[in-house]
């Protein structure tokens, strides 16, 4: 890739990071795709328990969690917003 077709590619990703960033009402913040998966670790941080409280499989089913082709819990984040909103403490 030639160092001009970097710059426009790289102006033309800032100028569509503003319009998420509007979008959201968050000006100057790119939102977090919400299509990512996390593990355990991170999802029990982001939903304030401890990992062994997620870990049993009744709280991270109920929280969207879903066991993946390597056999560990991952969890959407759109799930985890989700869950976090309806059990607002």
Known sequence: MNPE???RLAELHSALAAVYAD????????PEPEDRVVGLAKAA???????SWLARRANWSKAGGYKGPDRRVHFPLSALSTYANAHKR
Do not use: E
């Not at 941080?45 to 990992?51: A, E, F, H, Q």
């Open 5 to 7: 077709t970097a710059k």
């Open 23 to 30: 979008l959201a009402g968050t000006a100057g913040q790119v």
């Open 45 to 51: 941080v982001r939903l304030g328990v401890t990992v």
